[in-house]
């Protein structure tokens, strides 16, 4: 695995979650393992779970991190090829990812969508420049249509705490939000939900079919409560229109999440990824309710970041078993 | 000690200072004690000694340390319960605090106060948010009432360099500054010498009068060459009223400190926290002056955060003794 | 070596790109070198080549790294000697520098200058203070009028892929762009090569003349074509005028460096600090030749760096071999 960015970047899903759930009983069984090893950090969007969790992974192994605010600490960077660069951008991709390349082993690259074109964002132009740019291996810390590190700790989560025989059914469903959101996480949400052994669900008001791609053969209901019945798991969480991209076309809080609600499930957890907007998206009731998964998703973050790691410093001749050969095949120069 | 935001949490002072001494004349005598052992550092204002300091006694301690500078990095946090969240807040303080216990062992916050409302100030809102739901050991690194790490590094200071049989006289006097100042470092310092083995005075212009609480029992003059006749020590700083909450009442620039007033005094050495206004608060004859102890109070910041969290991490089985213990602890689902 | 700032600071240029090329080789021989010791890296301008190869110059060593962004995490520092300090500045550049080096054993500083008054930049006004009151090593990670990591890293770059016999012929180019850019790379440069084994020329347009004081005895050409005939080497740079300080003069495209103008050299290597304007002051076309050795350099920077804290530790008795000595010499105080 030099990518994880997709659930299509990892060859068996299962295997990862057990790791995970390996490393949270351990987390320090492999602390030599990435000795060594840098992992560049690189935000052009805020974070908090993702900065503090992946920074701690990383240290749990051994590894040394380096964190790049893009925006405060670094400059704008220029995306086309071959523009005259005589305006604002101060740095090509082209050259500040190779760069990056050269100081760090693996990048984690974190660029939210801009939400005004659909067709830009989709383009996910600046993870793929990193990827193609940095030669080293990279991993998402969130891109403009998915959010796989999350997505793996859902699923994380989901394995911990199901112990029925057989399939859970998972429900994910649309909240109102003031703000127009990205639709990363339910994407991502999905990708991995498809692949996993639950029975998925998603409910939505009109208009806020996700991607296809992402949904194909799965159930999409208007009506929340009658998605909600039964359900084991419910995953709630905002984001704007696809159709009319970027767009709020609901406000109804009648999709907010209560206790009431899920009186027709079976004694469902209910997840969210966090932040939350309390009383818009879930009700307090829920949100602080024992039935709530939401720290332990976020406390699995942690394993998540940490078990893909792994599997990059493993899969790629980067644990500190090898020598530094990776190194200094990188920084000579090829004429 | 789970809690390091006053001098109410520390049983013994004297222990503290002997261990800060201890630990200065041999610094990496305990550098695996924090093995594995996270310090999360949050800023929601600017911090240079302070940011710098804990961040180096952590690591003197063999801790790992993470950064979090709430403004650039993060996002506007909510603290009031029950509120709908459709404002600008990102996330609630019971989410985000708890998260961030997840990740670290020990959390060391940042929260100047806003000097507009005195009530809300002294309701101490974010430090107490983050012991309340981080559920892990949190270290005031001033707080809207109090700075402690800076009052134990100041008594410190004085411990070290006092060789008299007697009690020292310790003067704190008040000084002219531009900007309405919080009331922390002098409330902290009247907590912290009132619990000390020192002759402790006051002086300060009429209305300058700090909380009662803290000074209570305390001598306090309004003419500042008597309070000074004596003196051993004289700490020097600027506050802004506290009965006429976050004003200035005084400019007057004859409190500044000068040469020719430590006249009377008994060669008093002169202490300010830093940073200071020079030639404002104090003139540089003063704070150049051999009897100056203001670059030995900053080096002693070090050695005092270092036995203040070396104390968190013995108290609350987090020395690398004891296995990984808290941390699965933490991390499992609780049904 | 107490001080990195210009090539005046180093006894024998050719032992430090020796050992920048032996520490390429085997970049983790010197792991525990730096053990306990603190690198401080202040920020008062962006900075990605340099904050990241740096950090991992210092964690190849095994130091620990603290990094300060001066705007965003600390405040504005006054310079000026005995002056009242009632207006925007927090902090005397005395008392914070003298902090700094209480918490840190090497300090790394970078400060841009304002290019608005030529004495006020050839002042060193940051640096020379931080030199003189942090009482530590200090770093130069570009001041106002020289970049000395960079230039060292030039030349390990050169030394590196020259295979002849003779000296090879360096040419420094200045190129078009849109930005009024500091003089430091230049200067620096021309520093350098003056004292490296090379035959060094350089090209500008009129009015470009650098300071003489770096140039003196070096052939300086306005015909860029004539300058490139037979290089080995050319090193492409923008900088803004010195004689009308700080000025735009030229705009002329055609000082581009394009493939074409390459003909006439010996099949000549092309170099650039980064970042650079692509199309602006280079074409694609030479950026991304096989004769380009920008990536080169750029890796460079972490071996320059790495040799030259390496020196600083070792002619410093700052090396873990010692014990801390260094560290309560330091803090001890002094009647």
């Known amino acids: 695995m030099k990518y994880f960015t997709t659930v299509n970047d990892v060859k068996d899903i299962n295997e990862l ?3 995970s759930l390996l490393l949270k009983k351990n987390p320090h069984r492999f602390s030599s393992l990435g000795k060594n090893k840098t992992l560049g950090l690189i935000f052009l969007n805020p974070s908090l779970r993702t900065r503090l969790s ?11 991190v380096m964190v790049m605010n893009m925006n405060e600490e670094g400059w704008a960077l220029e995306f086309e090829d071959g ?6 951008t101060v740095e090509h991709i082209r050259d500040a990812a190779a760069v990056m390349g050269l100081y760090c082993d693996i990048i984690g690259i974190r660029c939210f969508p801009g939400l005004v074109s ?33 997505s793996l700790a859902d699923l994380v989560s989901i394995r911990e705490t199901w112990t029925g025989k057989r399939k859970p059914k998972v429900v994910l469903t649309w909240a109102p939000h003031i703000k127009a959101l990205p639709q990363a996480v339910p994407n991502s949400f999905c990708e991995w939900m498809r692949k ?3 029975e998925f669900v998603i409910t939505h008001p009109p208009g806020y079919e996700l991607n296809e791609d992402f949904t194909r053969g799965t159930p999409i209901l208007h009506s929340q409560q009658q998605a909600l019945e039964g359900a084991d798991y419910v995953y709630v969480k905002n984001w704007s229109s696809y159709q009319e991209y970027g767009k709020i076309l609901c406000r109804d809080q009648e999709w907010m999440l209560t206790h009431e609600k899920l009186k027709c499930t079976n004694k469902a ?17 829920v949100l602080d309710a024992p039935y709530s998964l939401v720290l332990l998703q976020a406390s699995n973050r942690l394993f998540a970041a940490q078990a893909v790691l792994k ?5 790629n001749g980067l644990s500190s078993m090898e020598t530094s050969l990776h190194e200094n095949e990188q920084i000579q120069f090829s004429k």
Do not use: W
């Not at 989709?122 to 990279?138: H, R, T, W």
């Open 17 to 19: 979650v057990d790791d």
């Open 196 to 198: 996993a052994e639950v």
């Open 311 to 315: 599997k990059i410093l493993l899969s």
């Open 118 to 150: 659909r067709e830009e964002d989709e383009k996910e132009k600046v993870l793929l420049s990193f990827m193609k740019y940095s030669k080293v291996p990279v991993v998402s810390l969130e891109s403009s249509t998915l959010h796989p590190l999350q």
């Open 83 to 88: 523009t005259i660069m005589n305006g604002n």
């Open 54 to 64: 992946t920074q701690k992974a990383a240290l749990n192994l051994g590894m040394n």
């Open 269 to 285: 957890r209910v997840m969210h990824c966090l932040p939350v907007r309390r009383n818009l998206e879930v009700l307090d009731e």
